[in-house]
């Protein structure tokens, strides 16, 4: 079973920075997407950006000129740069997989997000 791993949450003051890494525990041979999705208290799930094998990128506004998302297809791992942080980006961020030519869909457990003076 595919598993996705999710790195690099944590609290960071207003303006700080954080980089957040998602490593799938197998190697990624079909056309596929990687997300970062986040979710606040009370609210729904966003997508926040995603990335597909091919490098095509697609971010939500809010996030637009602060958020980076990056892949590393070697190692499996999608990254999400986060610089300028508000603290509405405070949530829990899921990294999700999701393998085209088959229609399956992973996500991962979760990193916690908080952006707090």
């Known amino acids: 079973q595919l598993q996705l791993v999710e790195s690099g949450g944590g609290s960071v003051l207003p303006g700080g920075s954080l980089r957040l890494s998602c490593a799938a525990s197998?190697?990624?041979?079909?056309?596929?997407?990687m997300a970062w999705y986040r979710q606040a208290p009370g609210k729904q799930r966003e997508l926040v950006a995603s990335i597909t094998s091919g490098g095509n990128t697609n971010y939500v506004d809010s996030v637009k000129g602060r958020f980076t998302i990056s892949r590393d297809n070697a190692k499996n791992t999608v990254y999400l740069q986060m610089k300028s942080l508000k603290p509405e980006d405070t949530a829990v961020y899921y990294c999700?997989?999701?393998?085209?030519?088959?229609?399956?869909?992973?996500w991962g457990q979760g990193t916690q997000v908080t952006v707090s003076s």
């Open positions: 999700k997989l999701i393998l085209t030519s088959f229609g399956s869909i992973y």
């Open positions: 197998a190697s990624l041979f079909s056309r596929n997407t």
